[in-house]
């Protein structure tokens, strides 16, 4: 079955060192997403990608960074982590064509904590 | 720019008593509607959307929505919750032109007490 995984899904780091957290999805979906979900903020949007070698800033894009180099994956980047960023990371995909375009579809996960 | 207010951040509820969790959007266009649910220590995942036609839809598990765009809401009902309806629910927006992301709200964590 197709899915979209996210690994690793716990990961406890280091303040200024670089951290980068894995999405892939076996859909073959044009759109990729990735989010934060902090207590009280809900789901705030990082970075997203509508195809190969398109990335666009979300509303809390200062620090992390993502490159889209195939459809599978969109990989996030934390150029020098640190407390703030302590986070649940949610990736998600939606098709882009077709009879559900918007429609997006949510990986499990990445407990990331910035010591 | 489009946005999502979820009026109740927290929604206690007796087991088989019915619910409502509020959503309202602002837009200045037209717009395409989303709930979705978070069980615990788990990702998001669709519960029902409004696309276009009928103002009132129907999700999984017993869940509906109506769309009512004069009053900008999409409130999410159920008749009748069980524990296991116990979870955080978030609404989202789209534009209908464009090619803008999904907004959501803040989410509405529903406790079903037994």
């Known amino acids: 079955d197709a899915e979209i995984t996210q690994s690793p899904r716990h990961k406890i780091t280091e303040t200024g060192r670089q951290v980068t957290l894995a999405c892939h999805q076996t859909?073959?979906?044009?759109?990729m997403f990735w989010y934060r979900q902090d207590l009280g903020h809900g789901l705030r949007l990082i970075h997203y990608s509508y195809g190969v070698q398109d990335t666009n800033k979300g509303e809390v894009s200062d620090g992390y960074s993502v490159s889209r180099s195939n459809t599978e994956d969109l990989p996030l980047t934390l150029e020098s982590a640190a407390s703030s960023q302590t986070s649940v990371y949610f990736c998600a995909s939606s098709p882009g064509t077709g009879p559900t375009p918007y429609e997006q579809y949510f990986g499990p996960g990445t407990r990331l904590t910035v010591t | 720019a489009q946005s999502v207010t979820q009026l109740d951040s927290q929604v206690p509820v007796f087991e088989e008593a019915p619910v409502e969790l509020r959503c309202n959007y602002s837009s200045s266009v037209s717009v395409y509607l989303f709930w979705y649910v978070q069980y615990p220590n788990q990702g998001l995942q669709l519960l029902l959307k409004?696309?276009?036609?009928?103002?009132l839809v129907k999700g999984i598990n017993g869940f509906e929505a109506e769309f009512n765009k004069s009053q900008t809401s999409f409130h999410l009902r159920k008749p009748s919750v069980h524990i296991s309806d116990t979870a955080e629910y978030f609404c989202?927006?789209?534009?209908?032109?464009?090619?803008?992301?999904?907004?959501f709200g803040k989410g509405t964590r529903l406790s079903v007490i037994a």
């Open positions: 989202a927006v789209r534009e209908v032109s464009g090619n803008t992301p999904l907004v």
């Open positions: 409004y696309l276009s036609g009928s103002t």
């Open positions: 859909w073959n979906h044009n759109n």
